[in-house]
């Protein structure tokens, strides 16, 4: 039976109620449609995004039709990752459990599915697979349920979980990808981050900020970033006009929602980068504009906003770019995970360089709301000469052959595969309409 009318049956669902998509055995052509379907609902829907009992019992489902398990796992993460009866005075977690740990299984049988932990799989089936982001959203799962269990005394099934997700990080390093590959700084499941498949490790999840001229640049400019943005919060309400002109449609990413807030000043995807939001900001966005370290279609600027209580939940960033932040207004109990480096902190005038390609997440649990120069650069490697020219042997060692070459020849042409494919679907994508929210979207992200 198809998708939609099985749920439909299942559960008596009535021509106005959400019903998934018609689905095949493609799997990724299954994420796409049920991705477009969910995100329509949510931003769209006049009718409230009642969807969560129609994709779970689509997602289990799934378990016999396992080409559908990769799209309902994302779906139940990017919109039923928090549990919604949280309260900041509650014992419980904020994580839903339930609904992730389902997640997680649909993750596992799509990596089945796919036979990413054969160790018999060869290097482009593993690709083709997308095995290594099927892993790495299993293992974002699998460390935050293990926590989550551990928050709520249900220790037995924390340490199995944990158990579970090293036991697969074990499997996963007898593949060919990597055993025939080399090492590649991985030792544990939090050690992830995408941007090692296509550069040797050089510093982890944070980078040496100093080495930076980009991250000079930002601590030099401060005032100017500080005065715009207190300009910009001293009129009633502005900030949030600015906000809606121009969001991303990336699902239920916060909790409490409304809680994080970002106003986009620039966007390297567009041929003219400064958006209209800079008319607010003019000379904040003439100085990131003249930046050539954002001159990528991965370059991006924004105010960002985090309220108390706030959980900007774990998720992977985009490869081939490092994330620069500045401290503009900082609040106590405010703090940044990334991958193995945890509870950093926002600091006044202060920049730092982190791989925003590790699993990354931010909590709120202090009082005042916190604002900071949120930008997006290109990777040291990506604008070698750049770099090369500096003056300082530090800089330049940012963009060395021992920083940006593999010295295994086929792990060295794999990333060169990687970033060509890269190249091309960046390509396509600036001729496509951008996935945001219309400005009065009952729901923020």
């Not at 982890?204 to 930076?212: I, L, S, T, Y």
């Not at 966007?267 to 003249?290: I, Q």
């Not at 060509?420 to 496509?432: H, K």
């Amino acid at each position: 039976m198809a998708a939609a009318a099985a749920v439909a049956a299942a559960f008596g669902l009535g021509a106005a109620a959400w019903a998934p998509p018609e689905l095949s055995e493609d799997e990724f052509a299954n994420q796409e449609v049920l991705q477009k379907s969910l995100f329509d609902e949510y931003y769209h829907s006049e009718r409230g995004f009642a969807v969560g009992e129609a994709l779970r019992q689509l997602g289990h489902q799934a378990f016999s039709h396992p080409s559908w398990a990769f799209g309902v796992a994302n779906g139940l993460y990017h919109f039923f990752f928090y549990r919604e009866d949280w309260h900041p005075a509650a014992p419980h977690s904020m994580l839903s459990i339930e609904d992730m740990s389902l997640a997680a299984e649909l993750f596992k049988a799509s990596l089945q599915h796919s036979s990413c932990l054969d160790p018999g799989l060869d290097l482009q089936s593993f690709l083709m697979g997308l095995c290594q982001q099927k892993l790495a959203m299993l293992f974002l799962l699998q460390l935050e349920l293990g926590a989550a269990m551990s928050c709520e005394h249900r220790l037995a099934e924390s340490a199995a979980v944990l158990r579970a997700a090293a036991d697969i990080f074990e499997k996963m390093q007898k593949v060919q990808y990597h055993a025939l590959l080399g090492d590649i700084g991985w030792k544990s499941p939090a050690d992830l981050a995408l941007n090692d498949e296509l550069y040797p490790r050089s510093f982890g999840a944070v980078w040496p900020a100093e080495r930076f001229p980009y991250a000079q640049f930002l601590e030099a400019n401060f005032e100017t970033f500080l005065g715009e943005l207190q300009a910009i919060l001293a009129e009633e309400g502005l900030f949030e006009q600015l906000r809606r002109l121009a969001r991303n449609a990336e699902g239920l990413a916060v909790w409490p929602p409304d809680a994080r807030g970002h106003v986009q000043l620039l966007d390297g995807r567009e041929e003219n980068p400064m958006l209209a939001t800079c008319a607010f900001a003019p000379r904040s966005c003439e100085l990131l504009a003249a930046r050539p370290e954002l001159r990528c279609g991965r370059g991006a600027a924004f105010l960002a906003r985090l309220e108390p209580n706030a959980w900007l939940k774990p998720h992977l960033g985009n490869s081939r770019r490092l994330a620069a932040h500045l401290g503009l207004i900082t609040a106590e109990g405010t703090e940044l995970n990334v991958g193995p480096a945890r509870r950093l902190r926002w600091q006044v005038g202060r920049a730092f360089v982190w791989d925003d390609t590790h699993v990354h997440d931010a909590r709120h649990n202090g009082e005042g709301t916190r604002y900071i120069l949120q930008s997006f650069f290109c990777h040291p490697c990506e604008q070698r000469e750049l770099y090369q020219s500096h003056e300082l042997p530090a800089v330049r060692s940012l963009a060395s052959d021992a920083a940006c070459e593999f010295a295994h020849p086929v792990r060295a042409e794999v990333a060169r595969a990687l970033r060509q494919e890269m190249d091309a679907r960046e390509e396509a994508y600036r001729s496509m309409p951008r996935m945001t929210v219309r400005a009065d979207a009952p729901v923020s992200v």
